[in-house]
């Protein structure tokens, strides 16, 4: 039975003024965010698992690291992000924030970040960016997350998108497409990971390391 919006709507706990001004803000200038489902889903897993060093690769606006450092008080997120302007309005929206102290915000490409500059080591990594540099992301910083740490992996359900035939797919998107199913087929077959899909927002992958 397929549950309706409005009945997952009624498990998500109220925001406060900052997160609705973003949730507006994002919606308005089509940014990207996490699903209120996804975030809350997300925030749930986290709080089970007690990270104490989160890394974010996709900042966007900050919403998604805000939310992550409000639902855990005792851990620091660093985030990068390589979009000049976004990384403008997450510093904006962060120093706003109750946690801002808690939030280290990186302006550039992810693939190019120097790996040393933000070692040692995450309890986590949350991935949510490009979608087609999905498995290059988890190569590159993977190995900063030791045995029985997590990486998180938004969007792998694509809006449906990676259920239709390649043939029906936008053109512009079927490379992205193509990586992200062979991503998904990778991991699922990783030797070092134990993953699982979770069907919420718009779907997260969770790999635990052995």
Not at 30 to 59: D, F, W
Not at 105 to 113: K, M, N, R, S
Not at 158 to 180: A, C, F, Q, W
Request: net charge negative; with cysteine; hydrophobic share 40%.
């Amino acid at each position: 039975m397929e549950l309706s919006d409005a009945y997952i709507d009624s498990f998500i706990p109220a925001r406060n003024e900052l997160l609705l001004e973003m949730e507006r803000f994002a919606k308005e200038n089509h940014v990207p965010i996490m699903q209120l489902a996804g975030i809350e889903s997300l925030n749930q897993l986290l709080r089970i698992q007690k990270p104490s060093r989160v890394l974010e690769i996709g900042t966007a606006i900050g919403y998604s690291a805000m939310r992550m450092a409000q639902a855990l008080p005792e851990c620091s997120i660093v985030t990068i992000e390589r979009d000049t302007a976004r990384v403008a309005h997450a510093k904006s929206f962060i120093a706003r924030s109750e946690v801002a102290n808690r939030i280290t915000v990186i302006e550039g490409d992810a693939l190019e970040v120097d790996v040393e500059s933000i070692q040692p080591t995450f309890d986590a990594v949350f991935i949510d960016a490009a979608k087609g540099q999905y498995q290059k992301f988890f190569e590159k910083y993977s190995p900063l997350v030791p045995s029985g740490g997590v990486l998180y992996i938004d969007n792998m359900y694509m809006h449906g998108l990676s259920d239709l035939d390649i043939k029906e797919v936008p053109r512009r998107k079927r490379t992205m497409i193509r990586n992200l199913k062979h991503f998904s087929e990778w991991i699922m077959q990783h030797p070092d990971y134990t993953s699982a899909f979770f069907p919420v927002g718009d779907g997260l992958l969770i790999c635990l390391k052995r």
